[in-house]
C-alpha cells in the first residue's frame, strides 16, 4: 500500500493559504495536507473552522503545524516533526506573503526589509530547509504575483541581470539588497527599481523559482511560481475581483501536475506567462 502524499502549505490560516488547503482536501482522496501558520492559535482555529466548513466533503486529512518562515529555529523545528512523522513530504505550497497597504506611512528602507525578508528571504529559508525532505518525484508551487513580473517596472541593465541564463541566488540576493540601498538612499528611481517593495519581492521569488527548478531537475521535482490572481482577501483590503477558491486553482493545479509537467515557469489561469513582458489580465 502506497503511503499517502504529504502537502504543505505556508501562511494558510487565512486567504489563498486558506483556499488551497480547502480545494486540495476537497480534490484528493487519502493526502495529509498540513495547514500552517505563525500564529498557533489562530491556524488551529483556522483548522476547526475549515473542518466544520468542508462536512462530508473532506476526502483527505488536514493538520495544523505551526511554521513562521523567516524564523529559523520554527523552520527546523517543522523539519524534524516531517522527517519523524513521514520520513519527508511531497508538495510544498510556498504561499506565505505579506504586503504593507497603500496608506502606509513606515519609510521606504522599513518597507523593504519588512516585505523582502518575508516575501523573498523567508521563502527562501524555508525551501532550503524542507527541499532535502521533499521525495523525488514531489512538487514546489512559489506562490508569486503579476507585480513580480519585471517588464516596464527595472531599468535594462537590471532587467538583463534578472534573465541572465548564469543568474545565482547570489545575484537574485544582491538585487533585493541593492533595492534596500536605493530605499535608504532615497534613489529607487534613479537606480532601476521600482518604488514598490512587493513588486521586487515578488519579482526575487519568481527568479528564485527558476534557479530551484535547475537544481530539482534530476529529482524529477517540478518548481513552478503563479499569479493567483486579484483576490479578495485582507492583504488586498478586500478589494480583489477573484474569490479565494478561484485564486487557489493555478496552485492547486501546479501542485498536482503530472510527471511530466513543466517546471521552471510562471503561471496564470494554469497558463505559462512570459515574466519580461507587460502583464495583462484576461
Not at 165 to 180: G, V
Not at 181 to 200: L, T, W
Not at 208 to 218: N, V
Request: aromatic letters at 8%.
Amino acid at each position: 500500500m502506497s503511503l499517502p502524499t504529504v502537502f504543505v502549505i505556508t501562511g494558510a490560516n487565512k486567504g489563498i493559504g486558506y483556499g488551497i488547503v480547502k480545494g486540495l482536501a476537497e480534490k484528493l482522496q487519502t493526502a495529509i495536507i498540513y495547514l500552517t501558520a505563525r500564529n498557533d492559535k489562530l491556524g488551529r482555529e483556522s483548522l476547526d473552522k475549515l473542518i466544520k466548513e468542508l462536512g462530508d466533503n473532506r476526502h483527505s486529512d488536514i493538520r495544523f503545524h505551526q511554521l513562521d518562515i523567516t524564523d529559523h529555529t520554527s523552520c527546523e523545528n517543522f523539519a524534524s516533526y516531517l522527517k519523524k512523522e513521514h520520513n519527508g513530504l511531497d508538495v510544498l505550497i510556498n504561499n506565505a506573503g505579506f504586503a504593507f497597504k497603500n496608506a502606509a506611512t513606515e519609510p521606504p528602507e522599513k518597507q523593504a526589509r519588512v516585505t523582502i525578508g518575508i516575501n523573498y528571504n523567508g521563502t527562501k529559508q524555508v525551501s532550503d530547509i524542507l527541499f532535502p525532505l521533499i521525495r523525488d518525484g514531489g512538487r514546489v508551487v512559489n506562490v508569486s504575483s503579476s507585480e513580480g513580473v519585471i517588464a516596464g517596472h527595472y531599468s535594462d541593465e537590471i532587467i538583463a541581470r534578472l534573465t541572465s541564463p548564469s543568474l545565482t541566488i547570489a545575484d537574485i540576493d544582491k538585487f533585493t539588497r541593492d533595492y534596500i540601498k536605493a530605499c535608504i538612499e532615497d534613489k529607487r528611481r534613479e537606480n532601476g527599481f521600482p518604488n514598490s517593495a512587493y513588486k521586487v519581492s515578488k519579482a526575487a521569488v519568481i527568479a528564485l523559482t527558476f534557479i530551484q527548478a535547475k537544481e530539482l531537475k534530476s529529482r524529477n521535482i517540478l518548481v513552478n511560481a503563479c499569479h493567483p490572481g486579484y483576490v479578495n482577501t485582507d492583504m488586498t483590503s478586500h478589494h480583489g475581483l477573484l474569490t479565494v477558491e478561484e485564486g487557489a486553482d493555478t496552485p492547486i493545479y501546479l501542485a498536482t501536475l503530472e510527471g511530466n509537467g513543466p517546471t521552471g515557469k510562471f503561471f496564470y489561469k494554469r497558463k505559462e506567462i512570459d515574466w519580461s513582458v507587460p502583464f495583462v489580465s484576461s
